[in-house]
């Protein structure tokens, strides 16, 4: 069974590149992706994925205030 993830951040290449090599490595479903804090909890919210991978540093909530 693979991990459920979402990913978070910003820059649409970095959510890119991130999910193209989780796609590689295998064991891992990019279910959604989000492209800023708000955006991330309402997406982490609907979908409740296993993993969520949240970049640091993000106009408005930032990754740890998500």
Do not use: H, K
């Amino acid at each position: 069974m693979d991990l459920r993830a979402v990913l978070v951040d910003d820059e649409q290449l970095a959510r890119d590149e991130l999910g193209f090599l989780l796609g590689r490595i295998g064991g891992v479903e990019v279910i959604g992706q989000a492209g800023n804090g708000v955006e991330a909890l309402t997406t982490i919210d609907r979908l409740q994925p296993d993993v969520v991978f949240l970049d640091v540093q993000m106009p408005g909530l930032t990754g740890f205030e998500v």
